[in-house]
């Protein structure tokens, strides 16, 4: 059993206290959060079992017991996902490099106006469109998405609310991280942002999970000023962790 699940199940129940879950608190307490005991007795199975699950000591959950610690943890809907694909384990993949089949990669280019772009399993960009470019101004055709967002300065100046959105993304690469453990790119992407970002190296251990959704953006562009953005994902029906995201900016300022 994984590693990176105990690790999840750890940050899980560091962050919520017996007072939280309705239990007395007695004295001081060494450590933040619940204890593996008082998590095993929310959860009704033995603590010895939940040690060997933080462990990663080979024991398998059933489905029972998931939803028992789910609820236990009040993990939300994203979490509870992410900790399925966990228990259900994956092997490291071997890794031949990633191109969009050319169908796919010419998509962008059908948007015209509005940017679109192509990600791959860790946010390479495998493809991307003129608007695209514009818009974020300092990313590259081939550059990586998270690593523009935590070591380019100009993301901070592109993107109004660049925490939320940095967060936002870290958040999304964690749940990839989760579902292919040991991935040389995620691995070694990883290792570069917690080396160069203070910000990673601050919220990555907090095990925030997120996934593709649509929502709304706030940019701030040299010539349109700041604007709203609607966005969307969809991931390609053959290759799943490549997505194709593609934004709408507002009809009153058309782009470019």
């Given at each position: ?12 129940r ?34 010895t ?29 994203a ?12 092997a ?39 608007a ?14 998270v690593?523009?967002?935590f ?22 690469l ?7 453990q040991?991935?040389?790119r ?14 990673v190296?601050?919220?990555?251990p ?34 799943p ?15 470019p």
């Open positions: 059993m994984s590693t990176e699940l105990g690790a999840f199940l750890r940050s899980r560091e962050r919520i206290g017996p007072a939280d879950a309705g239990l007395p608190v007695t004295g001081r307490r060494r450590t933040p959060g619940l204890r593996r005991e008082e998590l095993a007795l929310l959860a009704g199975i033995s603590a079992w939940l040690t060997y699950l933080e462990q990663g000591r080979g024991v398998r959950p059933s489905a029972q017991v998931l939803d028992a610690l789910a609820r236990a943890l009040r993990l939300t809907a979490e509870q996902e992410h900790l399925r694909r966990l228990a259900a384990g994956s490291a993949p071997e890794d031949p490099g990633e191109q969009a089949a050319p169908e796919v990669a010419g998509v962008p280019a059908l948007f015209g106006d509005h940017p679109a772009y192509v990600t791959g399993i860790c946010y390479d960009l495998l493809a991307i469109n003129d695209a470019l514009e818009l974020f101004r300092s990313v590259e055709p081939g550059g990586n998405v690593r523009w967002m070591t380019e300065p100009t993301a901070r100046e592109v993107l109004v609310d660049w925490e939320q959105e940095a967060r936002g993304i870290l958040a999304r964690r749940a990839i991280a989760g579902r292919h040991g991935h040389p995620v691995t070694a992407l990883v290792a570069e942002l917690t080396a160069a970002s203070p910000e190296r601050e919220w990555w907090h095990y925030d999970i997120q996934f593709s959704h649509a929502g709304h953006k706030r940019f701030r562009h040299p010539r349109l000023g700041v604007i709203t953005v609607a966005h969307a994902a969809f991931h390609v029906a053959e290759r962790e490549q997505t194709l995201v593609v934004y709408h900016l507002p009809d009153e300022k058309p782009f």
